[in-house]
């Protein structure tokens, strides 16, 4: 599948499109198909992302998305290396979707 | 420690509105990203894997406490209660909110900061010795030149839009702590047989994809044709560099093309045409910049030695000082590199700490080192044991200078959108590999270093043991080079062979050490064994 993946233009927070909005975890992002530079373009101009990609991404048996390259995989989770700084401070694992 | 006057206040103080205004526009849709990056790269705000990153400019390193403490302060405002302290010794803060930027400039600018020219084609910030003006080696403190040289390139306007970004290094001393022939400009200061100030120019050095290291192009440059000079280097690279590909447009590049002697017959005509051009600033700015360095009032008389009971102690004072040129003081580093921890990364308590030593123990100043760590550089010997144990209260007390421990590590693939594997990690467990087999202090100094990615922000080609993170068809993996250094002895690292995944890497170091151990004779660091048997040895030990 493919997603479509930037940064709130006002936080800089990583940011993935859900299919009308943007959501900073990227299990709410849907697949856009051939539609991500239109999409894009549209955000883009409307200020609600900055510097907007489309990615490759599958889905996982549980229902969740990931994201094909480890550089997508640690914008959507946060910084390895601060897990009390990521999505999901309280999940020990959480850096082993990362890896 | 320099202080801005009106002229330097009155700048960056206008930039800072001037950036608020751009700022606004932009929120308001006024201009778009591609007009706006290069406005906010010019101001040291990137946009990296998960937010905007703020990079600030540390003149030469030196901070007074006041603007550790602002630096603090704003990690804890407008980020997430850390900075990271850079191989530029700068600070760069990894959540900053673009709607909060102006602000956060603001309050920097009240303590006389600034994150300008941060970024982008021109002239970064000068970097120096960490030890400057308390070391006995250096024949003058460099800083009275570094900050000269800062003055000039700040809004230079010629030099605002070079073929690529320009690295500059000024140190006055024959041991270079500053990484000096690594720079697009070297400079070291240096004493003629009249006995005069001049400057010996190194120029075309450089890490990155393509490393070299800087060639003399002339031994002494008269003091008070400094700036002419640098600005002839400046010009021909200007004039020539590489502007229709991004990967050869370092001045590097200009001078191995040109050839040394080439690139130097250039620089000396433009030298000889700008030398008609009157453009030198006055002896008197230069005077008037030096008084700024001055030594703070030394005591006299002090016990020139330090109580050695606590063991800890010992091995820190040890390890973490060095000696300084007025009797009864020491230079302290605080390592920024506890056993496990982040290279580089300080918490809002441990600034706010560094700069309350840095106060009331270091005549109100501190360093940043290009190694990643924070130098007190006028410590009376007898409060070393008081600042020490406040350091590991704080967790700072880790006695690992210059040792295996002592990693410079990029912020790689966890923060950093050109890395191509994450750097941080690898670091982590080789420091805690060495802590946990006790080898450290036995392998004394050894300098390794990280970097996430072929621009080499983590000196890998420099280091006695280097590490180099590639992608291999989307996975992190993981060169091995042996032999850099970055000091008087300036070499480059070369690779062993194929790379390794992340616990790979930790056991190949792990083996390039025990054959050092092995084969070391008496008096020899890592770097002098490698370079004696070679790399064969430690290829068979590595590979197997």
């Known amino acids: 599948m493919k997603i479509l993946t930037g940064n709130d233009l006002k936080s800089g927070a990583v940011t993935w499109w859900t299919g009308y909005d943007w959501s900073i975890h990227v299990e709410d992002a849907v697949d856009v198909g051939d539609e991500a530079d239109a999409i894009a373009a549209r955000e883009e101009g409307a200020r609600r992302v900055n510097a907007p990609y489309a990615i490759d991404a599958e889905r996982d048996a549980n229902g969740g998305v990931r994201p094909a390259h480890i550089k997508d995989r640690i914008r959507a989770l946060g910084p390895t290396v601060r897990p009390d700084l990521t999505l999901k401070p309280a999940d020990p694992e959480a850096g082993n979707w990362v890896i | 420690m320099y202080r801005y006057d009106h002229y330097d206040q009155a700048m960056v103080d206008s930039r800072v509105e001037e950036f608020r205004d751009q700022t606004r526009r932009r929120l308001e849709g006024k201009l778009s990203e591609d007009q706006f990056k290069p406005l906010r790269l010019q101001n040291g705000l990137y946009l990296q894997l998960h937010a905007y990153m703020l990079r600030v400019a540390i003149p030469y390193g030196t901070l007074s406490g006041a603007q550790m403490h602002a630096l603090a302060d704003i990690a804890g405002k407008y980020d997430r209660g850390y900075g990271h302290f850079t191989t530029r010794q700068n600070i760069q803060y990894n959540w900053i909110k673009l709607e909060e930027a102006p602000d956060l400039l603001a309050d920097l600018a009240r303590v006389e900061m600034h994150a300008i020219q941060t970024s982008g084609n021109c002239i970064r910030n000068i970097s120096s010795d960490q030890y400057a003006g308390a070391i006995a080696d250096e024949i003058i403190d460099p800083r009275p030149y570094a900050e000269l040289l800062r003055q000039w390139s700040s809004f230079h306007p010629e030099f605002l839009a070079l073929p690529r970004k320009f690295k500059i290094a000024v140190i006055a001393s024959q041991t270079d702590r500053a990484a000096m022939k690594l720079h697009d400009i070297g400079i070291r200061m240096v004493r003629n047989d009249a006995g005069e100030i001049g400057a010996a120019f190194y120029v075309g050095g450089g890490m990155g994809r393509t490393p070299m290291i800087a060639p003399c192009i002339r031994e002494f440059v008269p003091v008070d044709q400094l700036i002419t000079y640098s600005e002839a280097c400046l010009r021909v690279y200007n004039r020539y560099g590489r502007r229709d590909n991004k990967y050869k447009a370092r001045i590097k590049i200009l001078v191995h093309e040109l050839g040394r002697e080439e690139y130097t017959r250039q620089v000396e005509e433009e030298f000889a045409h700008l030398l008609t051009q009157g453009i030198e600033p006055p002896l008197a700015e230069l005077e008037r910049i030096a008084t700024f360095f001055a030594d703070p009032p030394f005591e006299t008389g002090l016990a020139d030695d330090a109580v050695r009971s606590d063991p800890g102690f010992a091995l820190w004072l040890d390890r973490n000082t060095l000696p300084h040129k007025q009797p009864g003081y020491a230079i302290a580093v605080i390592s920024l590199k506890p056993v496990g921890g982040i290279p580089g990364d300080a918490s809002v308590e441990q600034m706010h700490l560094m700069a309350d030593l840095a106060m009331r123990y270091s005549f109100d100043e501190c360093r940043v080192t290009h190694a990643q760590n924070i130098v007190l550089p006028h410590v009376r010997k007898a409060d070393l044991f008081a600042i020490w ?49 006790g080898k450290t202090a036995e392998l004394g100094e050894l300098k390794l270093k990280i970097s996430g990615c072929i621009n080499a922000c983590g000196h890998h080609h420099a280091g006695h043991i280097g590490i180099l993170g590639v992608d291999r068809k989307g996975t992190e993996n993981y060169q091995l ?35 050092y151990l092995a084969r070391r004779r008496e008096g020899e660091r890592f770097l002098d064994t490698y370079r004696r048997v070679g790399i064969d040895a430690f290829k068979e030990a590595i590979y197997g």
Do not use: M, W
């Not at chain 2, 880790?398 to 295996?404: G, M, P, W």
């Not at chain 2, 480059?492 to 025990?514: C, S, Y």
């Open chain 2, 389 to 437: 144990q406040q350091l590991e209260a704080a967790g700072l007390g880790a006695a690992n200078l210059d040792t295996v421990e002592d990693i410079i590590a990029c912020p790689g693939l966890d923060y950093c959108s050109l890395a191509n594997a994450r750097s941080i990690p690898v670091a982590q467990k080789i420091s805690r590999r060495f802590a946990d087999t």
């Open chain 2, 481 to 515: 080079l042996l032999g850099g250094s970055e000091g008087d002895d300036t070499s480059l690292g070369k690779i062993t062979g194929p790379g390794f995944d992340e616990d790979g890497i930790v056991d190949a170091v792990e083996r390039a050490t025990d054959v």
